[in-house]
């Protein structure tokens, strides 16, 4: 499956109207792998948010999973034991998380099944984040021997630093409704309304006004500290260190059966 293929970005029909309707949808594509996040499929999703960054008429954006999950967070196996390949993955989906979170327009994560590790960091790095109650929300890591640094920033803005601290460190996962109590969703609803309630956000959302729009979003970023490289690019090096070390090797290793 070449990379173009890993990430499908659909765009809805434009409504002949004055308020002209344009939904893009990026949808993660390896459901055989719970869309877990390969080294492609981290490229293709960059690519994929730079292409809707460089159109305007794009109001809103939907980040999605195909099939019975959303993420399953990182694949690691395949680059376990290349050091260097495995540190560069993680700094490109810091990159990639950096790029949503700084387009112009309000994003959606569209988050069904299993948003784990980071995946959940997809779930809260977009402007909003819809979910049902069963889902499977969380950051497994420390268990695993990984540090969840790359994450980390995300769900501190996200949740607050005292309860994002507790979470990160206690580990594991919990149900979509009490991530949503949590705060991790913005919504929550039955999983069969997913996509309904998604478009029906999405159109609410497109009728706002594209400058005012753009200028809240990169104001309330730089409130909140996203537009700051430094403290990203630090995690994905301190996340990078740690699994490259003996515990989360070996840890990683009776897991991947190696």
Known sequence: MSATELVLTDFAP????????????????RPEARNALSVELIDALGDAVDAIAADPSVRVLI????GKSFCAGMDLKGV???AGRMAGMLRRLSEVSRAIRRLPIPTIARVQGAAV???CGLMVVPDFAITHPEAKVGYPEVGLGV????????????IGAGPARAMLLAGGTVSGAEGHRMGLSTHLVAREELESTSLELARALAGGGPQAMAVTKRWLNELDGSMEDAVFERAAALSAEVIAGDEAQARLAKIFGS
């Open 63 to 66: 980040l999605a999973g195909h």
């Open 80 to 82: 376990l034991a290349d």
């Open 147 to 158: 540090c969840p640094a790359v994450v980390a920033p995300w769900l501190i803005r996200k």
């Open 117 to 119: 590790g980071g995946g």
């Open 14 to 29: 434009a409504r002949d109207d004055a308020s002209v309707e344009r939904i893009a949808t990026i949808t993660m594509h």
